[in-house]
């Protein structure tokens, strides 16, 4: 169900970008068979993915099948004088191994097999797939979205006392060396969810099937319902409403693309070294080239799932996803990417999600109801406070920011206790081992 309805949003989303005279996130993706990709390493990390159906042996021919592909397109390219300045070099062979997997399914595999490599194939699109949709989804917030709410939403923060202004001086005075580690974090947010998908998946070839809740359901459900949220509360960042959108980017990025400088739009250069003015908030016009894309922090929202999903991991893979979400929240805040309170929106949307996740997974019953009802209602109620009080919460900031702390917390705490409650459930009773019989003592 969850695939037929990301294919469907695909499909709409390419109607809708035909409509702005853009190519959509199908046609970037089919492009990508012959031109440089924009990202190799995700399309290596699809092909990871897809490659958990596959046998070891199987799995050593896609590498070095995608390898020797890409060796040719090299080849191709520097004979052809062809510059890759707007893509990667590599990448290419990926995608071909992962359709000719598909081809292998349709012409050589039969039944549980050929369903099996099938959903091996669509797990590596739809990773590929998010990245070309996120782009042109955030193409059409900018075209569609002329106000911003960034006022209310820069309002509201005081009450958590502005933290993307505190971080965003802090990841300043870091330098580069600070500024770059956070900048490949916050980049290769994808291939870290890969990582902890193939420790979740790594069974697959073995047991000839897919678990039934892992990382990817999540990552793709997040990817289809929280960009409606950003057509509902658009928002394009401190960074763009309040500084030029080129504080870091020109001085310090060894990765980053440059961005387009927002400064005449701005309510002033305010970012990071001076915090906003509590005044009346209203709805301010925005160009229209940046994304509204940031209530919910979904940047956030990712890194809560890798965070939840490698729990159950060995101790490498649950430091690992501790710190790419504390990594992800100082990114986020630091760049002036996000206000404090699209985070605590992001937790909590991404909380409701697994837990609607894991309740259609095992069935529904009060408790998974109770939660996803409750987690529910505490992201509307965040979303209408910050709209529609958001100058009471900066005038009393001692008891707007600890409800806004505790309402996160009671959904945290809430989706932890009911879900360890549901392992208690699950969990396979222990038989004590018989024991001998005594045997009569012979006189």
């Keep these: 169900m969850v695939v037929v309805a990301a294919l469907g949003f695909l499909v709409a989303l390419e109607l809708a970008a035909r409509r702005y005279g853009v190519p959509g996130p199908v046609a970037l993706q089919v492009r990508e068979v012959i031109s440089a990709p924009k990202s190799g390493g995700l399309l290596y990390a699809a092909m990871a993915l897809t490659m958990v159906v ?78 070309k949709t996120g782009d042109t989804w955030l193409l059409i917030t900018s075209k569609t979205r002329p106000a911003v709410l960034d006022q209310y939403v820069a309002t509201a923060d005081h009450a958590l006392g502005n933290p993307s202004w505190l971080v965003g001086r802090i990841v300043t005075a870091t330098g580069p060396i600070g500024f770059n580690v956070l900048d490949f974090v916050y980049g290769q947010l994808a291939v870290a969810a890969v990582v902890v998908a193939l420790y979740q998946l790594r069974d697959v070839a073995v047991e000839r099937r897919f ?16 960009p409606a949220f950003y057509m509902i509360f658009p928002v394009v960042g401190p960074i763009f409403a309040y500084g030029t959108g080129t504080e870091h980017w020109s001085a310090v990025s060894l990765w980053a693309p440059a961005m387009p400088p927002s400064e005449p739009w701005a309510v002033a250069d305010l970012w ?50 501790t710190f790419w979400l504390i990594a992800t929240l100082c990114a986020t805040l630091g760049f002036g990417y996000h206000y404090g309170v699209d985070l605590i929106a992001g937790v909590v949307f991404t909380l409701t999600i697994e837990a609607a996740l894991r309740s259609l997974d095992r069935g529904w019953d009060r408790s998974g109801i109770r939660l996803v009802v409750y987690g529910a209602s505490v992201f509307a109620a965040l979303l209408v406070s910050y709209r529609w009080l958001p100058l009471r919460m900066a005038e009393y900031p001692w008891v707007s920011g600890p409800l806004l702390l505790l309402a996160m917390t009671s959904v945290v705490h809430g989706y932890a206790r009911t879900t360890a409650l549901w392992s208690r459930r699950t969990a396979p009773a222990r038989h004590p081992e018989p024991q001998p019989r005594p045997q009569p003592e012979l006189i």
Aim: aromatic letters at 6%; hydrophobic letters at 45%; a positive charge.
């Design 211 to 226: 678990p039934r809740h892992h990382l990817v359901r999540t990552f793709l459900v997040i990817g289809l319902l929280g």
């Design 54 to 131: 596959l046998t070891w042996r199987e799995r050593f021919i896609a590498v070095g099948t995608a390898i020797g592909v890409d060796v040719a397109f090299l080849a191709v390219r520097w004979a052809a004088d062809a510059r890759t300045t707007d893509g990667h070099p590599f990448g290419n062979g990926a995608l071909w191994v992962i359709l000719g997997c598909a081809v292998v399914a349709v012409t050589r595999r039969t039944g549980r097999e050929r369903v099996l490599l099938l959903k091996g194939v669509g797990l590596g699109l739809l990773l590929v797939a998010g990245r």
């Design 272 to 321: 990071p070294q001076t915090l906003p003015p509590i005044s009346t908030p209203h709805p301010m016009p925005f160009d229209e080239i940046t994304p509204r894309n940031c209530m919910p922090s979904l940047h956030t929202a990712w890194a809560t799932a890798i965070f939840i999903h490698s729990r159950k991991g060995p101790r490498l893979l649950r430091h690992a996803g």
